[in-house]
Each structure stands twice: as C-alpha cells, then as structure tokens.
C-alpha cells in the first residue's frame, strides 16, 4: 500500500453497519400495496432504535419494472410509485438528522430499454449519434436474422435465453446480459462514461453518502465477444470470461474514482456488487492505493450450496465449506483491502431458513448465533430488511404466488425442458429472491402493518408471531441482540482492527476464532454450535474464565474446558492480552 493511501481500517465506515432497505417491500403510506419513500421516512425512528449508520436503498428511480427497479428509465429522477423527488429529500434530510447516512443504487452496466439513450440507440440506426451507446452486432455470417443460431454470440443471459436480441428495424442484435429489457451499455464509449459520471455528481450535489453498484465488474466486455463453452445439456453458452472482471474494468473504476468520487475525500461510500470475483481481484478494487472501491460484495460464501444444476438445484450447506470460504476472504484480504459482511440482501433468501434453523423451536437462537458470527468478522455488515427480526422463505404454493423475473423464467425454461414441476418449485421455494421481498412484518394486523391495501406480494403468514412491534416490545428479541451486537461494533476495536484466525477449520459443526487487536491488546473467542445438538469445545489455552462479551444462551456459570455448547449457541469471550 503506498506511504499516502489511508489504511481502510482508518475510514469512518469501518466500524459502520449498514441496513439495506428493499423500498417496494418496507413500508407503504398510501395504501397502493407498494413501499414507497414517505413510508421509510416515518419508519426511520425504528431504524435509528437498531443503531445502523448507513441505509442502502435499492432502486426508486423510473423503471418500466421488468426486474423490480434495476432497469432503470431515468437516472436523475423518483418512480411516482414511489414518490417524488421532494419525498427523496425529505427522506434525506431526516436521515441526516438522525445521524445516519444514505447510499443509492447505482445500475450503470445495463439501462431499461425503455431509456432516452436506448430508444435513441435504437432508432438512430446504424451509424447514428447514439447507436455505440450500447452493444450492438450483426447476425452471425450466413444465419438468417431473427432465427435460432443467428445471434453475434452463443452467450445465456443470467435470466435464461440468448444474452441477445434482434431488431427487425435495423437488422442488428443489442446485448443484455440481463433481462430482454434491460440492453447493455457500451462503457468502452467515453461519452457513455461521462454521462454516467455527470448523472453521479448530480446525486452527490444533492447529498447522497455514496453508492452500491450494482455488477459494476460486468462493465468491460471482451470487444471479440467471442463464444462461450456450452457446458453439458446445456442450450448456450458461458460467456462470463469475457465480461466478469472485464479487460477495462479497473481502467474505468479508476476513473470514476478520478472524476467523482476523489470530489468527496473521506466522505463517501462505495461498494461495488461483483459475481464471479476472486479474493485475489477484490484484493486490487478495494486496495486504497488504488483507488477504486472501498469494498466488493463477493458471492463465493452464497454458492456453496448451489447443486450441479445452479442455485435451484438445492445441496445442503458443508460448514467446513463455508469456513474455509469465509476464512479465505478474511485473510486474503487482510490490511490491505475490505470485506462487505453479508448473509442475506434482496437477491438471496433468508439466512434464518437457509444456514440456520427457521423451526418454532430454535428460530431465533439460531438467528442470534448466525448474526454473531457474520458481525464478528472483520468487514463492514450489511443487515437486510427483517434479518433483524429472523424473517423466514415464505411457503410459496404455486407459480402464481411468485413475481420475480428470474424465478418465472426458470420455471418457464424448466418445463420447456421436461422437469418435474414439483422438483421446479421446490427448488423456487428453497431459493427464489421473492423470498427476500415479501413484505416487512411490522405488527400482527392483517397485511402485517406495510399496508392498508393489497400488497405486490403477499405476506408471510408468520407476521402473527414474527413481527417488529413484539421484538421491540421483548428485550431477549432477535431485535434488541441485533441493536446490541451493532452496539459493539462501535465500541470494541479488535473488530475494526483486529486480525483473523480460524480454530478448527475441518469440524463440521463448531465454527470458531479469534479476533486479536495489538493496539489495545485485545482478543476475543467467538464459539458457535451451527447445530441443533449439544456440542462439547475444548478451548485454546488461557480462556477459561474469560469475560462474557456477548451470548444468545445466557451464562450461568464462568467459562470452563471442555465447555459444552447448546444447539445453535453463540458466545464471545474478551480478554487482555498485555
């Protein structure tokens, strides 16, 4: 790292929490059965009770909707179904004042189709002003256009289909790595960039703390867009050698960073979502020197229970697996680079029925332990809507109760394909991203507080008894250990600080380290029982009797080795090591 570049440790969001809010699902003020900004605003008190310091919010600009948001129609404007841009000041304002900050969505690898630049890319034609604003390309030499095969490229899209879609107008293919609706854009194109940058600032001007950016290593594409290997049974090709972690990517991260973020010292945060990448390139876009991100969000640990067949095809969670993931990622990126904490967002399912046990019986206990042990780490967490209450998947019936783009088109593909419709939605339920959108469950009322109409999705039947007002109500909640947990992020160092090291690593049910701070000379033991048996630990030496830090099991005797953890138990013990 260069003698001038800050150490991330240094930076104010290194001891942050961040809470990400989903607005469609949070809070509705008008009864549309849509969240909406003036619903998040009069929800802010909650927020501030948590103690996060950072709300992400996902998309509210203009979008047609093909994928809830992220196909974006304006930049530089609020959806009406979500309010207007004075309710995003209001918003902002008030977030400030609870001493809070706000980080926006920023969607710029792909635009909605239906925005100014792509209608006048389209129509332009070839050779037009606009036309390299996005990726276009002739049928393949000899196909016919418009038939199967006569795509520039075998690539799949991530949303199933050919990545490419043909324009009868002009007789050319434009690229969507994403949905139909969703083209491309050409970052090789400065102007493209420069519209982008101009947009940022724009938002910057008017107080945003930064930006989440969405599969922003997915910008460079290799310019050859050569074919990808069909794997086994499958109908395209993988075209993500040519586009993850592009041949540009950091040139362009870089001079984002120049040309707007360094506008803004020490002030801002940027995290970039980024699939596919490895610890060893999230290691140079978070490294300070370079300036380009503060942090990644990597998907490495949410994979590991994706079957041969993807993420429907449901394998359970190794440990040991995990472990060494997670283990990974904090010693490969150590001093010099960042980790974003995360188990759940609006992509993924809940973490309580996924790693944990969403059982009446060990419900919140293994809630607890599995916040224990992300927020342990080194890295900023990031808590999701209702993570902080053990929201759980939804019992989804039939493919009618789904709305997701991704999770319809796989059904739709699926059944193309043969497969058994039952085996189809059991993989939908374990996995689908509606499980992340269900509605927030504020109260036991009907719709569960979030409307006084007819929610987009319906709400998990478990609002009865699982619900924000009766955690709040309950110091033991999964709530108030998520408030104190986010209260020792602030107040302990070896969490900043502190190195990593796994204890361990190849037992299959006790996930355990130690996080020592040289500075304070401090050290803690995490222990956690990832089970819903009893599980003995022999402890590292010189932590019997060692001071309770925090635990889901209250401690009833002083620490002892062996000591025998309870299913899904967590505790961290703190002592001094000068």
């Known amino acids: 790292m260069p003698e001038n570049a800050p150490s991330p440790a240094d930076a104010w969001w290194s001891n942050a929490v961040v809470y990400q809010i989903y607005p469609r699902s949070f809070a509705d003020s008008n009864a549309d059965g849509i969240g909406d900004l003036q619903g998040i605003t009069e929800r802010l008190d909650y927020l501030s009770e948590l103690g996060v310091d950072v709300l992400w919010l996902s998309p509210v600009y203009p979008s047609p909707h093909d994928d809830?948001?992220?196909?974006?129609?304006?930049?530089?404007?609020?959806?009406?179904?979500?309010?207007?841009?004075?309710?995003?000041?209001?918003?902002?304002?008030?977030?400030?004042?609870?001493?809070?900050?706000?980080?926006?969505?920023l969607v710029v690898n792909h635009t909605s189709d239906e925005h100014p630049w792509f209608t006048a890319s389209r129509d332009d034609g070839p050779g037009g002003p606009k036309r390299d604003w996005y990726i276009w390309r002739p049928p393949r030499e000899g196909m016919?256009?418009?038939?199967?095969?006569?795509?520039?490229?075998?690539?799949?899209?991530?949303?199933?289909?050919?990545?490419?879609?043909?324009?009868?107008?002009?007789?050319?293919?434009?690229?969507?790595?994403?949905?139909?609706?969703?083209?491309?854009?050409?970052?090789?194109?400065?102007?493209?960039?420069?519209?982008?940058?101009?947009?940022?600032?724009?938002?910057?001007?008017?107080?945003?703390?930064?930006?989440?950016?969405?599969?922003i290593n997915l910008i460079s594409k290799d310019p050859a867009l050569?074919?990808?290997?069909?794997?086994?049974?499958?109908?395209?090709?993988?075209?993500?050698?040519?586009?993850?972690?592009?041949?540009?990517?950091?040139?362009?991260?870089?001079?984002?960073?120049?040309?707007?973020?360094?506008?803004?010292?020490?002030?801002?945060?940027?995290?970039?979502?980024?699939?596919?990448?490895?610890?060893?390139?999230?290691?140079?876009?978070?490294?300070?020197?370079?300036?380009?991100?503060?942090?990644?969000?990597q998907f490495e640990h949410v994979g590991l229970d994706h079957g041969p067949g993807g993420k429907f095809d449901v394998r359970p969670l190794?440990?040991?697996?995990?472990?060494?993931?997670?283990?990974?990622?904090?010693?490969?990126?150590?001093?010099?680079?960042?980790?974003?904490?995360?188990?759940?967002n609006h992509d993924q399912p809940r973490v309580v029925?996924?790693?944990?046990?969403?059982?009446?019986?060990?419900?919140?206990?293994?809630?607890?332990?599995?916040?224990?042990?992300?927020?342990?780490?080194?890295?900023?967490p990031y808590v999701y809507q209702g993570e902080e209450l053990a929201m759980a998947n939804a019992p989804f019936a039939s493919i009618a109760d789904f709305r997701d783009i991704e999770s319809l088109n796989h059904y739709r593909d699926q059944l193309a394909?043969?497969?058994?419709?039952?085996?189809?939605?059991?993989?939908?339920?374990?996995?689908?991203?509606?499980?992340?959108?269900?509605?927030?469950?504020?109260?036991?009322?009907g719709h569960a507080g979030f409307t006084a109409g007819t929610p987009w999705i319906a709400v998990n039947p478990d609002h009865t008894e699982v619900n924000a007002k009766a955690q709040l109500a309950d110091p033991e909640s999964v709530f108030h250990y998520y408030r104190r947990l986010i209260a020792l992020r602030h107040s302990e160092p070896a969490l900043t600080h502190g190195d990593f090291h796994m204890l361990h690593p190849e037992h299959e049910q006790l996930?355990?380290?130690?996080?020592?701070?040289?500075?304070?000379?401090?050290?803690?033991?995490?222990?956690?029982?990832?089970?819903?048996?009893?599980?003995?630990?022999?402890?590292?030496?010189?932590?019997?009797?060692?001071?309770?830090?925090?635990?889901?099991?209250?401690?009833?005797?002083?620490?002892?080795?062996?000591?025998?953890?309870?299913p899904w138990e967590a505790r961290v013990h703190r002592r001094r090591t000068v």
């Open 68 to 105: 809830n948001g992220y196909d974006i129609s304006d930049y530089q404007d609020i959806d009406p179904l979500f309010g207007t841009l004075a309710d995003f000041d209001r918003l902002l304002a008030s977030v400030h004042e609870r001493g809070m900050k706000l980080v926006m969505d």
């Open 144 to 215: 016919e256009p418009g038939t199967a095969g006569a795509e520039p490229n075998n690539w799949e899209s991530w949303f199933s289909g050919s990545a490419w879609t043909f324009d009868e107008a002009s007789g050319e293919y434009y690229l969507h790595t994403f949905s139909r609706k969703q083209p491309d854009l050409n970052w090789d194109n400065p102007d493209v960039r420069q519209a982008v940058y101009a947009m940022m600032r724009w938002w910057l001007r008017r107080g945003v703390d930064g930006f989440r950016m969405d599969v």
């Open 226 to 297: 050569p074919d990808g290997i069909v794997p086994e049974g499958a109908r395209y090709g993988d075209g993500r050698p040519y586009y993850v972690c592009g041949p540009r990517v950091h040139d362009y991260l870089a001079e984002m960073h120049r040309e707007v973020i360094a506008g803004y010292p020490r002030r801002l945060l940027t995290v970039g979502e980024m699939p596919d990448v490895t610890v060893e390139q999230a290691r140079l876009f978070t490294d300070p020197g370079r300036r380009e991100l503060d942090m990644v969000f």
């Open 318 to 344: 190794k440990l040991t697996d995990l472990k060494a993931s997670l283990g990974r990622w904090q010693t490969g990126l150590g001093e010099t680079g960042w980790n974003s904490l995360y188990w759940n």
């Open 353 to 380: 029925s996924r790693f944990g046990d969403d059982s009446p019986f060990h419900r919140y206990r293994s809630a607890k332990m599995l916040a224990t042990v992300l927020h342990l780490h080194r890295g900023t």
């Open 417 to 445: 394909l043969g497969a058994d419709e039952r085996q189809i939605l059991d993989g939908l339920r374990h996995r689908s991203r509606d499980n992340a959108r269900t509605p927030m469950q504020w109260d036991a009322t």
């Open 511 to 566: 996930y355990a380290f130690t996080r020592h701070d040289a500075g304070t000379g401090t050290e803690l033991l995490v222990l956690a029982n990832f089970g819903a048996g009893d599980l003995a630990v022999d402890l590292p030496d010189g932590w019997e009797g060692a001071e309770v830090l925090i635990a889901n099991v209250p401690a009833t005797s002083p620490l002892t080795s062996p000591h025998t953890l309870q």
